[in-house]
């Protein structure tokens, strides 16, 4: 695709989807294309604005472990979904070429997620202003990201995980 004909599909997608599921279609695409596990985990994004996002994986055979919870390698695909998103919608909003990686990610879990888990991340005012430091610095640039994760069906906005993951951003 040349870059006119991106830019009259990403107008038609603007026409029609929300920019939840436009973030949701996004997702899934880099996923069938890119990250197969990601696919493979189905996220949807559920909340997405400059302060926030909010993303689903449903609890299902896939995403299931030996016990009926939740797999901690689904949370952690969650974690980074909900971290990277963020991160990638800010540097793409900058115009400025710039690469993302999780450096690492720690992660403390804290009960079994019997049901379809949300991950949520509000460091998007933190992320832009790094993606703004990156851009004038030119050099890589580290931050710590927090993501909860929920099980509102369940037991409302109780967590039953909390990750750190550290995004790494080089212009």
């Not at 599909?9 to 029609?16: G, W, Y």
């Not at 901690?72 to 990638?88: H, M, N, Q």
């Amino acid at each position: 695709l040349n870059d006119s004909h991106a830019g009259g599909t990403m107008k038609i997608l603007e026409r029609f989807f929300s920019l939840t599921t436009r973030a949701t279609i996004s997702t899934r695409w880099i996923g069938f294309t890119k990250i197969p596990l990601l696919y493979f985990a189905r996220p949807s994004v559920v909340e997405l604005n400059d302060e926030k996002i909010v993303v689903k994986i449903p609890l299902r055979r896939r995403t299931k472990n030996h016990l009926g919870s939740m797999y901690f390698g689904a949370l952690a695909v969650g974690a980074d979904v909900s971290a990277g998103l963020i991160a990638w919608r800010k540097i793409d909003e900058s115009g400025i070429p710039i690469s993302l990686v999780f450096k690492d990610i720690h992660g403390e879990f804290l009960r079994r997620p019997d049901a379809d888990v949300f991950f949520t991340c509000t460091e998007g005012k933190e992320i832009d202003a790094l993606v703004r430091k990156t851009a004038i610095s030119g050099e890589r640039e580290e931050m710590p990201i927090q993501v909860i994760a929920t099980v509102p069906s369940i037991s409302g906005d109780e967590p039953v995980a909390r990750f750190t993951l550290t995004l790494s951003i080089k212009k």
